[in-house]
């Protein structure tokens, strides 16, 4: 690359929990590639919480990601207890991010998995659904939970998913729904389904009711290519595809909006498992490797994503995936770490 190219503004939230662990391996790893990026790093989560700010992201934070129009966030604990929002839906809502894109792939042999053919794309709306934490207290025994659902929230994201399908060379759109329940709002979605699936003829279009969507996901992953479906379902299928791929510490997600996307691990904090330095950093990884495709650095991103392969089939496997003949060294995030970077520029 050209040394005088302006470096790529970043907003950079280290989040908590395994938050800062894993966004210190990605950083050190996206240094050592070359990555043109300047990290802004912003203010976020459970401390904004603690402080008495119930939103949990500064005034700061805010004018740093509208300035830099890209994020990269490791994930947030949200408080327990009443008045805290999650953030998550906060930056999705307030930001316009309408599609949650994951894509899932067996590294089979490498990491275990009973599906090595697996390779779905998940493309979860958003915004809209049961999400959108509309909540009411009907009396002291009867709450509410309301679920919206709009036609052009509908159209937004299952376009977005044919036309992905297409750039990326995909057969196959599966719409979940449980239209047979919810003949309004989930009759909705899939009506608009069917109506924009018309429009795309190359590919092939089907629908499942959720449940027994879901059952056959975790089945037969390897009939999946990509699927589309509203916030909740998105949410519970693609912690399912994760994990039935090896772990839910491999996949990353990109949130795509008109004018700014953010990219992140599709996983928790795991407080369980913070401060160890055990965790797998590969989600979040997978988000910068995404990231850095989305900002116009394609070649970047492969040195990135070939060096984290060569690492994986090598054996070096964090603590979540030790666990088959491949996995040659039990390494720490931060060895993890370095194994990739050791890795970088090797021609694969
Ligand atoms: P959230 O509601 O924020 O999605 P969650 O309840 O789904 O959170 P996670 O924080 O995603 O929970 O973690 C679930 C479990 O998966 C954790 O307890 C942890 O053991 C494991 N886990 C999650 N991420 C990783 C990772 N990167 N590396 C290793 N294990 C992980
Ligand atoms: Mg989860």
Redesign the pocket.
Known sequence: RNKTDKKVKIAVAQGD??GPE?MDATLKILEAAGANIEANFIELGEQVYLSGNTSGITTEAWETINNAKIILKA????PQGKGYKSL?VTLRKSLGLFANVRPVTALYPYVKTNFPNMDVVIVRENEEDLYAGIEHQQTDDVVQCLKLITRPGCERIIRYAFEYARAFGRKKVTCMIKDNIMKLTDGLFHKVFLQIAAEYPDIINESQIIDIGAAHLAAHPERYDVIVTSNLYG?IIS?IAA?IAG????AGSSNIGKNIAMFE?????????AGQN???????LNAAINMLAYIGQPKIADIVKNAWLTTLEEGYH???IFNNKFSIKKVS?SEFATAVIERIGETP
């Open positions: 929990g395994i894993i994930p947030v604990t949200t998550n949410d912690d994990e772990s839910v510490g491999m691990a599709i996983h928790g904090s795991a407080p369980d498992i055990i965790a797998n950093p590969s989600g979040l964090t603590a979540d995030t």
